[in-house]
């Protein structure tokens, strides 16, 4: 058994017996690892924010490779993310976050480049704009999928790399634009909007944390739909986002729009 010390962020919490707790907790240095905080629910002040939801900690705990659970030892806070983020949007929106890379990572492997991306996005939820809170979600479902090796492909037909359809035809399980042909061979394309294609290619091409910055990206409630239809195709375990199910229906949060046009 060994002692192991990493940076992580926590991806949610759930107790354990009456005292104790289980968090499961995003590591730069290690991926995915379920850590067993005794005593945190009886004396909780004993770590501080360290064991809170979307908290950026530094963990030291003791390490058996084939165990599922792992012996916390101590945490210490580096920046309490989810104490500041101060209304429903932007904690369902962080949630939303930290729910789709404990949907799409598993086991513990390091994977420091996501952990980055997680932590500049939940950074970015504290400051950004209201308004810009669905494009931040969406540049990083895209972004993680990249890194992940499922990069939407936008310049080529998805399929066979002919000539985009100018019907601007998007095929989830091809995993990007496709062309005329592969259309009519793939039931499940959809047909985005123009706003909806132009906001795609934006939020795939800059940095994530620039994705607050643009305040409103038009008809990001199709885009979003697009989006979670592509990382259904590609990872199992990936359900759509319900931190976000709750927005959806609450009118003004950029979410509720209409489907828009498809096929
Ligand atoms: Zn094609």
């Not at 926590?10 to 850590?35: E, H, N, P, Q, W």
């Not at 100018?166 to 634009?177: I, T, W």
């Not at 305040?215 to 199992?236: D, S």
Request: proline share 6%; hydrophobic share 45%.
């Amino acid at each position: 058994m060994a002692l192991l010390r990493s940076e992580g962020i926590v991806l949610r919490t759930y107790a354990l017996g009456d005292t104790s707790r289980i968090v499961v907790v995003f590591m730069r240095d290690l991926g995915m690892v379920r850590l067993v905080a005794k005593g945190a629910r009886k004396t909780p002040q004993r770590f501080g924010y360290a064991l809170e939801p979307m908290s950026h900690g530094r963990y030291v705990f003791y390490h058996k490779p084939d165990r599922d659970l792992q012996l916390l030892s101590q945490a210490d806070t580096l920046n309490p993310i989810g104490s500041k983020l101060a209304d429903l949007a932007r904690l369902a929106h962080a949630q939303a976050t930290a729910e789709l890379i404990d949907r799409l990572v598993w086991g513990e492997e390091p994977h420091p480049e996501l952990f980055d991306l997680l932590g500049q996005v939940l950074d970015a939820m504290t400051r950004a704009p209201i308004a810009a809170l669905p494009a931040l979600t969406i540049a990083f479902e895209l972004q993680v999928a990249s890194l992940l090796g499922y990069r939407p492909r936008l310049d080529a037909c998805a399929g066979c790399g002919a000539a985009l359809s100018p019907r601007r035809l998007f095929s989830p399980a091809r995993g990007g634009l496709v062309c005329d042909r592969c259309a009519a061979a793939e039931p499940g394309t959809i047909q985005l909007s123009a706003d909806a294609l132009a906001g795609l290619a934006l939020l795939l091409s800059r940095p994530v944390e620039q994705a607050g910055q643009f305040v409103e990206v038009k008809r990001a409630g199709e885009i979003q739909r697009v989006v979670e239809t592509f990382l259904m195709h590609h990872f199992q375990r990936f359900r759509g986002l319900r931190s976000l199910e709750l927005l959806r229906s609450m009118p003004g949060t950029a979410l509720d729009e209409d489907l828009g046009p498809s096929s």
